[in-house]
């Protein structure tokens, strides 16, 4: 048999070395993400087709969208009903997100548009834990309940203990897993709340510099059902980034095991949320 040469024998290497890293012949996995706003000042930058043409070239299939107000939402969920999946924010204006959890107009402004039966949760909203028995938040907690919506918190995790404890049939979607909250933190809360479920967005201690942290890993296996990732266009600039932040995405999903990363990246969320 004759030997390889030297260029020949370093190409083949070269392709093993991938196949190692990245599984063989590995796709990137389609993308359900759980948190995208379309406010005001993104629906001014970008049509609705634009801002859809953006999501799905970033490989994201159906994502959940709330917006401030909430007719950036309606805007998408129009033209594409079976793409996007739509959150009621209980901002009318930025200057909702610290007193909602009071304010008889904010609950006015939710009842109101629940009438309109497309809404698949509430949030995402921001709350202190001293305003997790708020009367607007009760409320809120029971239109949830009574209609089978998730509620979207931007909180901490002795806030979102104190929603599943108050709230215990409710379904919590955790945004950004806490922001600060470690793994093993987010493991915990998991394990003791099975109405709990948990999106990565801006998460990017989950893999420093490219490689899946091992705290992570340890608690995506442990509960593999419970977690979607995410983007958070929460400012204008970040619609550009959704193609970034979903490589970044993919890149650490290809070090899980095929199944988990299949569940992460866009079964659970499909699970959660069938289309209608």
């Known amino acids: 048999m004759r030997s390889l040469r030297p260029r020949t024998l370093g190409v083949l290497l070269g392709a093993l070395a991938s196949l190692v890293a990245g599984g063989a012949g590995a796709a990137d996995l389609p993308i359900f993400d759980a948190h995208i706003h379309y406010s005001r000042a993104d629906w001014d930058a970008y049509t609705p087709e634009r801002a859809l043409s953006m999501l799905a070239r970033a490989g994201?299939?159906?994502?959940?969208?709330s917006s401030t107000p909430?007719?950036?939402?309606?805007?998408?969920?129009?033209k594409s009903p079976a793409g996007i999946v739509p959150f009621l924010r209980p901002y009318r204006t930025p200057a909702d997100l610290s007193a909602w959890p009071r304010s008889a107009e904010v609950q006015?402004?939710?009842e109101q548009r629940l009438q309109r039966g497309v809404y698949r949760g509430i949030g995402e909203f921001h709350l202190s834990a001293g305003d997790a028995d708020a009367p607007v938040v009760r409320r809120v907690a029971e239109l949830a309940k009574t209609g089978d919506l998730f509620l979207h918190a931007h909180v901490g995790e002795e806030t979102v203990e104190k929603l599943l404890t108050l709230y215990p049939e409710v379904r919590i979607l955790w945004a950004h897993a806490g922001m600060?909250?470690?793994?093993?933190?987010v493991g915990r809360v998991l394990d003791r709340y099975p109405k709990l479920w948990v999106e990565l967005?801006?998460?990017?201690?989950?893999?420093?510099g490219g490689t899946l942290a091992a705290d992570w890993r340890e608690v995506f296996l442990r509960h593999p059902e419970r977690f979607l990732v995410g983007t958070d266009t929460w400012?204008?600039?970040?619609?550009?980034?959704?193609?970034e932040s979903m490589r970044a995405v993919q890149d650490w999903l290809a070090q899980l095991p095929a199944e988990v990363a299949e569940r992460i990246a866009y079964l659970?969320?499909?699970r959660l949320f069938p289309s209608r």
């Open 70 to 78: 909430d007719d950036g939402t309606l805007k998408l969920y129009e």
């Open 108 to 110: 006015a402004y939710v």
């Open 235 to 243: 400012v204008t600039p970040r619609w550009e980034q959704i193609r």
């Open 201 to 208: 967005a801006l998460r990017g201690d989950v893999a420093p």
């Open 180 to 185: 600060s909250s470690s793994a093993a933190t």
């Open 60 to 65: 994201v299939r159906r994502a959940i969208v």
């Open 268 to 270: 659970n969320g499909e």
